[in-house]
């Protein structure tokens, strides 16, 4: 997703108010240093500065698209390499497990389909309520 450029409400602003500044006197001056080519110019320093900081958003973008290209193309190759190594020294060497793949001989063996459960979380008995008709409980314990 594109990063969202910057528009500057302040610097809108201030172009319109140089524009109707500049039909009263093109070398305005209100003084104390206020004039309208001063105005002008930091105008212009904004406007330069707000499409420098856009294009660098944009140039951000284009090199974080290019660095998850990369890494794509880097997962893909780290695969391939390591299946080259379990092809060339087989998948139960030691070679194979010095570059990151776990040999056949040290895979854990599991049930297909069910996640196995420890035996911490299973119930040891299971209490079953129920009333025989005089209104008194019993349990019974499987």
Known sequence: MARRKRSSPVLQKAVLRAAGMNSIAPNLDVGNGLTLPAFSTLIETMRAKENAYNSALSNLDKLYSEMLQTESELG????HMLMGVGTRYGKSSVEYGMAGGVPKTQRRKG????????????????????SNGNGKKSVATS
Do not use: K, W, Y
């Not at 893909?76 to 695969?79: I, L, N, S, V």
């Open 76 to 79: 893909d190759m780290t695969e």
């Open 111 to 130: 049930l297909r389909g069910n996640s196995p459960t420890p035996s911490s979380q299973q119930p040891s008995f299971v209490a079953i309520h129920s």
